[in-house]
């Protein structure tokens, strides 16, 4: 996002705020050791100066800049609260007139052994908290969480000196999981939303650990229906929270309802980069609609984007980092056409000497995206792309979006929570 506003001749100046990704995008766009240094800067710009922040837990920080007169994107203190406090988010969903599956939180993985032992049935389990490793979650695979029980088991045994545990068990909802996502402008949601589908396990097949998400299909079309029963009910808890930036809810859907799971509170990743395949504008023309609230809609393209995630060892953990990937060289084929050099949103690189080498925390590299009418070509495409990078030991899942093709459209339109 940074790279593409700097090409296009805006100045763009990067915080990075964890000192072991100070590496990333080094020697590709303008950076700052203190942004707050840099206010004067962004104030003396007017209208055309922006703050964007893409975490959420500096709510309370980006309420104080707009109360200041500074224009931000990103997301406020609620949003804050309803991405990492799950119970206080289905509580929100709630009162907005959603359905949400039972939730229960616990801070002692013994509460909550006692809790499953009582019930015997099937359970997911979700830690609180923005900075949560989503590898620690789970979907129970056995009727009576047995599996569940076990692993809570091990944690237990792994931290018992350790701080006190913060994470909910949430019913299980058998359907498909769908994410719609809405630019709330800090008055109202804009017209143009999104839905998407996210593959979140490593290995295709939807096999192996949980890592926050591999690959997603996303559309801007058939979303009205999905906007008007999820999002469009939160405005006015948005609105109440001064909340100005991207937002998407995670839900189940299935033939009895629809069951909102969790917020995003944020630009995702991979999503932003996914969802800018289909923009037919930039995105500091999109943010300067939702800051001046001047329109409700901007262009897309019709069809479907899929992205896959492109990583190295030891993604998804950190452990070894250093010594097995960081630095890699990342080689680009030649035959890639500019359309497609376009494709490759990159994360975790830097720019040494003029060559491109892997770089950050954990070997999260980029995404490799597609553009098409049908989701098997868009799948198609980025596949492509992504044969054309090359990095040692490069790792991505070669089946994104082959289930939405094959079953959950068809299903969702069977349902009508998607035109036919």
């Known amino acids: 996002m940074y790279a593409g506003m700097q090409a296009r001749g805006h ?86 007139g959603l359905r949400t599956a039972a939730s229960h939180s616990f801070t002692s993985y013994r509460g909550a ?43 237990g045994a792994q931290e018992a000196a350790g701080p006190s545990p913060d994470f909910v068990l949430m019913d299980y909802i058998e359907g498909i999981e769908i994410g719609v996502g809405g630019y709330f402008n800090g008055a109202d949601f804009m017209d143009t939303a999104c839905i998407d589908f996210e593959h979140k396990r490593f290995f295709p097949g939807e096999l192996g650990e ?89 262009k897309t393209l019709p069809g479907f984007a899929v992205g896959v995630v492109l990583t190295v060892p030891p993604f998804p953990h950190r452990q070894g980092y250093g010594e097995i990937s960081k630095g890699l060289p ?20 830097e720019r040494r000497q003029g060559a491109l080498v892997t770089s950050g925390t954990c070997g999260y590299l980029g995404v490799a995206t597609g553009c098409a009418p049908s989701v098997e070509a868009a799948r198609a495409g980025a596949l492509d792309v992504a044969r054309k990078v090359y990095v040692p030991n490069l790792r991505y899942r070669n089946d994104i979006g082959v289930r939405v093709s094959q079953d959950c459209l068809a299903s969702l339109r069977e349902w009508g929570y998607l035109p036919c």
């Open 330 to 349: 990342v080689i680009l084929d030649e035959r890639l056409t500019p359309a497609q050099r376009a494709a490759i949103a990159f994360a975790e690189v």
């Open 210 to 298: 949980l890592t926050g998400e591999m690959g997603t299909v996303v559309s801007y079309e058939g979303s009205d229906k999905l906007r008007g029963l999820v999002l469009q009910p939160l405005a006015g808890v948005l609105r109440d929270g001064g909340y100005c930036g991207y937002i998407n809810v995670n839900l189940m859907a299935n033939g009895e309802g629809l069951w909102p799971l969790e917020f995003t509170s944020r630009f995702g990743y991979p999503g932003y980069a996914i969802c800018e395949r289909l923009h037919r504008e930039p995105w500091e023309a999109i943010f300067q609609k939702m800051l001046r609230r001047s329109d409700t809609r901007f």
């Open 11 to 96: 100045e763009v100046r990067v915080f990075i705020r964890d000192p072991a990704s100070h590496g990333i995008f080094a020697g590709m766009v303008a950076r700052t050791s203190d942004w707050q240094r840099e206010l004067g800067w962004v104030q003396a710009a007017g209208t055309e100066g922006l703050i964007v922040f893409e975490t959420a837990d500096q709510g309370a920080v980006q309420d104080q800049l707009r109360a200041e007169g500074f224009q931000v994107i990103g997301g406020s203190a609620l949003g804050d609260r309803l991405e990492g406090e799950r119970e206080y988010g289905q509580a929100v969903l709630r009162e907005a």
């Open 113 to 155: 052994l006692d809790f499953l032992s009582a019930r015997r049935q099937r359970f997911v389990l979700k830690f609180n908290g923005t900075h949560s490793l989503r590898t620690r979650n789970y979907i129970a695979q056995t009727g009576d969480s047995s599996d569940l029980a076990a692993l809570l088991q091990f944690y």
